[in-house]
Each structure stands twice: as C-alpha cells, then as structure tokens.
C-alpha cells in the first residue's frame, strides 16, 4: 500500500534527482560529522540558497520513498544554514578579537579616571558588533545603571540611563542579573519582552528582545555588570556575543582598578604636600616664642612706647566652617580617608550625584579650592 504526503502523486523522476542533486551538494560543503570543517567553500551559501528553493517546490509531492532522503537533506541544510549564519562576518572569529584588541587597547590609553572609563566602556562594547550597551554598578543588593550608549541615538541611551538610576533593580532571587552576580558568569536572555527575570522599566524603555550581560568582577566580588545586545540588528545574541562580552569585562576591571589606585595616590599626594605646607608655616611659627602669662601685666620700656604683641603662631588650629551640615561633615571625613564620589555613595547609601552636590557645596562653604585643599583644611581643624 502506497502512502503519500497530502494525498500528492509519487515524485517525478526529475524531482528524485534535484533530491539527490541537493544532498550532494550538501556534502559538498558539509561533513555530516562536524558541521563547522567544511564552511571556506564560497559556493557554500549559493548551495543552501539553491537547496531550500528545491526542497520547497518538491517537498509537498514527496512520496514516503523518498522521505528519508528529504528528511536527511533538511536536517544536513538546517545545521549548514545555522553555521553558516553564525560565520558570517558578524561572527568571523578573527574580526571579534581585532575588535576586541582594538577596544582593549583603547582602554588601556584612556585617562586614568574612573568617571571617564565608565562613560567610554559602553561605547567601546557598540565598537565590538553591538548596537546598545550599559554599564552597571553593584553594590548593596542593587543594580544601578551608570552609563549607556546606543549607536546614534544619544536621547534614547539617556532615557534608559535616567530610569536604571531612578529605580535601581533589587537584585532578588530569580532575576536573571542575580545569577550573573551569584555565579559570576556571563549569561544570555532572550524573549526579553515576555521575561518577568529582568529588570522591567529598562526592558520597556529598550524594546530589547535579547541581550547578554557579563559581570565585573574584582577580587571574587561582582562590583558592576555590562549588558549590551543587537537590537538594530534584529537578530538575538548568543553565546558567542557573552564570551565576547565577558572578554570586554576583563579589560575594563584591570583599567577600573588601576584608575582608582592612581586617584587614591593624586589625592594622597596633595593632602600631603597641604600637609607640609602646614608643618613648614608651623616650623616658621616655632620661631615666635612668647614667654608671657595670660593677664601678667607688662612693663613699659625705659622709651614709654609700649612693647607690640607677639604675632601669633601661624599654625593656629582653624575650625570647620559652622554651617557645614552632619551631612556634609560625614561626607568631607570620606573625602579625607581618600574615598571617591562612588565609593562614598556606596557607604551612605544616597547616588553619586547627591556626592558630587555635597561635595560642590562643602568647597563652597570651606572656601576650599579643591578636594585636596578642603582635606587639609579638615586636618588642621585637629579632625
């Protein structure tokens, strides 16, 4: 008994062998053990292209004969079609690390400044092959946005921005970023829009379908996270794109740690060399000794004229303006331990831009220069 898909007729000779003809093109490309061997041919993509325009005109008509050929050949065209899409130049291999190497050298020559690298990593992750990307800080159980960057739409990266500041994320169980975080490995999501994992406001705002997201880590702790995905491309990221990710996130932790060290050491380097000033104006003031008694009284010289007052020591301890806030005062002592402007929003738990405005406000009031010069004044004040 003759069995036919959709009731259709037995094949006609010439659609056996446009079968056969596109199973041996197949293996003209594609060892049937390892997809990815066979892939430098340049007719590779002409023959799959070719291969699904005949498997579709024959498909319909193939009688239960032929069906394991055709099954095979959909099976041998689905794996070469995949791999060939994946090396396609967005994946080429040798592409990725050029672009990888170009960014990391880029990293590497940027300003020693925390603030500058985490406004330049977004956009070196775009020069990698993705479209957006955030830089992400963790701290304290949260998740808050940093910086963020889309290819040519400067507007939309700070809408996303200002929403991942605003509402920080929880990092709650479940959350596809608190696996990242626990596990500290890269991860990808995909179906973003349809995912109650992730971090809702920024989801709705991007109109992500899929992203990967890579933890930075330092010293066994994840202190950020990078996510970046192919939105203007319109496909989803992969595996490839979070190794390439992770890559990334190892170069700008090694730029990261050596910025804040080199800040640590500007700003030790100017309280000390206030501090010498200090310790040179009190050497000087040794000078001016006074043996007096308060309230002694003293006698005119033989001329009548009265003798003029010793000048005062010229380290005479100065005292912190009064109208610094507790606020402020806790503030200005992280300053003078040599904190940075997020190191010191981590520890009062307020943002870096509630930082900054303290700190704007305390030279201000201190009629202080600079961070240097308002330490200083905070360790003659005998604080």
Same mark, same amino acid.
């Given at each position: ?11 006609a000779?010439?659609d ?16 049937a053990?390892d ?8 007719q ?50 040798? !592409? ?15 300003p ?28 304290d ?20 921005n ?11 169980a ?23 994992r ?137 300053v ?20 900054k405005?303290h ?16 330490? !200083?004044?905070w360790?003659? !004040?005998?604080?």
């Amino acid at each position: 008994m003759d069995h036919h898909f959709d009731g259709g007729e037995a094949p006609a000779m010439g659609d056996q062998e446009a079968i056969r003809d596109v199973l041996a093109g197949l293996r003209s490309v594609l060892d049937a053990d390892d997809p990815s061997t066979a892939l430098q041919s340049v007719q590779a993509r002409a023959v799959v292209e070719q291969a699904w325009g005949t498997l579709a005109a024959v498909l319909g008509e193939t009688d239960h004969d032929s069906a394991t050929e055709v099954l095979a050949a959909l099976r041998r065209l689905r794996g070469l079609d995949q791999a060939l899409l994946h090396a396609g130049p967005e994946f080429d291999a040798s !592409a990725s690390s050029r672009r990888l190497g170009e960014a990391l050298a880029r990293l590497e020559a940027a300003p020693c400044s925390i603030p500058a690298l985490v406004e330049l990593a977004p956009r070196l992750v775009c020069e990698l092959g993705f479209d957006r990307a955030i830089v992400s800080h963790v701290a304290d159980g949260l998740w808050v946005s940093e910086s963020v960057f889309v290819m040519d739409d400067p507007q939309w990266a700070a809408d996303i921005n200002r929403i991942g500041q605003e509402q920080p994320q929880p990092l709650v169980a479940g959350l596809f970023e608190t696996e990242a975080v626990r596990r500290r490995e890269p991860i990808v999501v995909t179906d973003v829009q349809h995912q109650s994992r992730v971090h809702k406001r920024i989801a709705d705002a991007s109109m992500s379908r899929s992203y990967v997201a890579a933890p930075i880590v330092s010293r066994g702790r994840v202190v950020g996270l990078l996510h970046a995905d192919r939105y203007n491309q319109g496909r989803d990221t992969d595996e490839r794109d979070s190794e390439l990710l992770l890559s990334f996130s190892h170069g700008l932790r090694l730029a990261l740690s050596r910025a804040q060290v080199t800040e640590q050491l500007d700003a030790a380097g100017k309280t000390l060399a206030r501090l010498t000033a200090s310790l040179e104006d009190a050497a000087e003031g040794v000078r001016d000794v006074s043996l007096r008694l308060t309230g002694a009284s003293v006698s005119e010289p033989a001329s009548g004229h009265p003798q003029p007052r010793p000048a005062l020591a010229r380290n005479t301890p100065r005292t912190l303006p009064a109208e610094l806030t507790s606020r402020e005062l806790q503030v200005l002592e992280l300053v003078a331990e040599g904190r940075t402007n997020s190191a010191i929003a981590k520890e009062l738990v307020i943002s870096d831009g509630t930082v900054k405005q303290h700190v704007k406000h305390i030279l201000r009031k201190m009629q202080a220069g600079n961070r240097a010069e308002a330490i !200083a004044l905070w360790f003659q !004040a005998g604080r």
